[in-house]
Structure formats: structure tokens, C-alpha cells
């Protein structure tokens, strides 16, 4: 069960950041099979390509953009209280990266779409 | 007619009574206006249960001897109003978490102290009591960073709430570090490089995950991670230096 003590901003940011890590080097694997793929012909990227078409597919790709960028924003604020000088508004630092994380995946649509 | 002490609103407080194997006890408290939690464990210990344990000096915030898990939290309970923390009338009261337990509330602070000695919390004087006193600016930005940390009054619940400290039993914590930041800025101290090696071996600064719970839950709005961080920037400029 969750801990009351943990129910905050930060540490829920340090979850996602954690989570968001372990779901991406789950995926990194398969990213570098696909790439591979083209090393060995066209046709194999090509066919994981048509697959990737795929509605289903494409949300999970929503998915990765949105976990990319997640991290990304979680990481650059652990980065910025550990080497800037303090900041008391960290809350809305994390709110401004979750934001950017969402308008990342809102693009990701209008461009796959 | 009903009695008025039948109509009197009542807290159900569940309080942790032994030690490590102990168990939750219930207990009907009245409600009073501005009651703290420390009010209602001393309720409970003067008309309910004489033998029960508990910590508390000043009971205005200064000592940092009445801290407690308060419904999961630690917190100050003499500066900790019911209104601010009964969810639906029920207060559970447990020692302070990552402490060994001794009886029912009172935990053994020992390792806490003894990590304030691990960080090289004690001052090391440049000047002997017959010297005149060094001057410090109270402007420049170091004083200004040690004054930021200085007002800690070792009640231990950044102990309690950190992650760190109950996965790491040599991490030396956010109170011992935050004292140890407000040393590394202190321009009397004669020892900075000792106190540099002191928190960056294991269980020192570089082990903070930065969750910011000290922050999070000091009750004197202390920022630890804050200070760890400087720590961190501090050693590790200390080392590109070749100091460390």
C-alpha cells in the first residue's frame, strides 16, 4: 500500500521517472532488433514498418513518446535541484515537465495521424 | 435527557503500544477545541493508560522530542492539530518510523546522533576561546547558505519520512548532512576537508535519491535536499580540485 508519507509531488515525480526508465530499456531491445532488420534487407524493415501501421501499434508508440518524454522532463529536474542553485517552485517545474510530456504526445498524434 | 459526556464528540485513537512485535491499541478520546496529538496522548496516558511511553519536553516546538508517525506521517505532534490531521474522527499513532522502538512511542534516537557524528557534525574551531571572534559577514552567500539550515531541532522526522534512510542503514540521512552543510559553509570551521571526506564515503551526500520527502515533511521548513545537493557539488568540486 502506498505510504501517506510518499504522497507528494516529488516523490510521485521520482516514481514516474523510475517506471518510465525500466518501461524504456524494456523497449530499447526490440528498438535496436528493428533497426538490425535493415542491415539485412529492405523488405524486412519495410513488412515491421506496414506493422507499425497498425492502430493498436500506434497507441503503443503514444506510449513511448509519452514515456520518453516523461523521463526526460523527470530527469532534467533531478538534474536542475542537484546542479542549480535552488528553486522553491519545484512543484510547478514538475507540472510544467508533465505538461510538456502531454503536448509531446498531443504532436505525436497530429503528426502520425 | 442524555448526559453531556454521551453527547460529547469523541476521537477514536489508535495508539501502537510494546515494541517491534507490539500491536494498535484503541482508545476514545474527547475532542477539544485546538487539541494537538500531544494532547491526546497525554489524555490517554493520564485517564486510560498510565504505563504508556511517550517523548515530550517544551510542547511549543523547540525540544524535537515529541515527534510521531501521525495517520502514516511523522510529524511534530506538539505543533499538530487534530483538525489538521483525524481523517473521519481517527488518529493512528505509531513511533517515529526507521528508529528501533522501545516502548510504545518512544524510540532509541541513538543511531540518528550517532550519524550526526558520522557526518562530522561537531565543530572544529580555527581560533581558541582567547582569540578575538572572526568576523563573518552575515551577507555572503555561505553564511547565507548555513543560516538556510541551521534552525534543525534534531526531531528526526526527515529521518523517518526519507526512502533512503529505511533501504540504507549506513546512509547518514538528511538531518546529520544538513548539519554538515551548514559546517562546510561556516568560514570558522577549520576541518573542511575532513568534513568533505566524511559525507562522500557510502551511505553519505552521493546516496540521496533527491525525493525531496525532508523538504517535504520538515517541520521547521528545513530544505535538506537542498544542502545535500550542495554537498554533492561541493565534493565533487573538491575532488576535480584534487582535494578529496
Not at chain 1, 524504456?24 to 532488433?33: D, G, M, R, T
Not at chain 2, 476521537?11 to 475532542?31: F, H, K, M, N, S
Not at chain 2, 497525554?42 to 495517520?71: H, I, K
Amino acid at each position: 500500500m502506498m505510504r501517506a508519507s510518499r504522497n507528494y509531488p516529488g516523490w510521485w515525480a521520482a516514481l514516474g521517472h523510475r517506471l518510465s526508465g525500466l518501461a524504456l530499456a524494456l523497449f530499447l531491445p526490440v528498438h535496436f532488433l528493428v533497426l538490425g532488420l535493415a542491415l539485412d534487407s529492405d523488405a524486412a524493415l519495410d513488412s515491421v514498418i506496414a506493422w507499425t501501421d497498425q492502430p493498436l501499434v500506434k497507441v503503443a508508440e503514444w506510449g513511448l513518446v509519452m514515456l520518453l518524454t516523461l523521463h526526460l522532463g523527470f530527469g532534467v529536474r533531478v538534474l536542475a535541484l542537484e546542479f542549480l542553485p535552488w528553486r522553491d517552485p519545484l512543484k510547478t517545474l514538475i507540472s510544467l515537465g508533465a505538461g510538456a510530456s502531454v503536448l509531446a504526445g498531443l504532436l505525436f498524434w497530429i503528426v502520425a495521424l | 435527557m442524555q448526559d453531556t459526556a454521551d453527547r460529547e464528540e469523541m476521537l477514536t485513537v489508535e495508539i501502537w503500544r510494546g515494541r517491534e512485535d507490539g500491536a494498535l491499541q484503541t482508545y476514545r478520546v474527547p475532542r477539544r477545541e485546538s487539541q494537538t496529538v500531544l494532547d491526546v496522548v497525554t489524555w490517554v496516558q493520564r485517564n486510560e493508560e498510565p504505563a504508556l511511553a511517550y517523548r515530550f519536553a517544551c510542547r511549543v516546538g523547540m525540544c524535537g522530542s515529541c515527534a510521531m508517525q501521525v495517520n502514516g506521517k511523522p510529524r511534530w505532534t506538539c505543533r499538530t492539530h487534530v483538525s489538521r490531521v483525524a481523517e473521519n474522527g481517527l488518529l493512528r499513532i505509531e513511533p517515529l518510523a526507521n528508529l528501533p522502538r522501545i516502548k510504545d512511542l518512544a524510540t532509541d534516537m541513538a543511531p540518528f546522533f550517532e550519524k550526526w557524528q558520522g557526518a562530522r557534525g561537531r565543530h572544529e574551531p580555527t581560533r581558541t576561546r582567547h582569540e578575538p571572534m572572526a568576523p563573518v559577514s552575515s551577507e555572503s552567500p555561505a553564511r547565507k547558505a548555513a543560516n538556510a539550515g541551521i534552525e534543525c531541532i534534531n526531531c528526526a522526522v526527515c529521518y523517518a519520512a526519507c526512502d533512503v534512510v529505511g533501504w540504507d542503514e549506513n546512509y547518514l540521512g538528511p538531518a546529520a548532512l544538513n548539519r554538515a552543510w551548514t559546517l562546510a559553509n561556516d568560514e570558522r570551521d577549520a576541518d573542511k576537508a575532513g568534513l568533505l571526506q566524511a559525507v562522500s564515503q557510502g551511505g553519505g551526500c552521493h546516496s540521496c535519491h533527491s525525493h525531496g520527502s525532508c523538504v517535504e515533511h520538515c517541520p521547521v521548513g528545513l530544505n535538506p535536499t537542498a544542502g545535500i545537493a550542495g554537498l554533492k557539488r561541493m565534493t565533487l568540486a573538491a575532488l576535480m580540485k584534487g582535494e578529496l
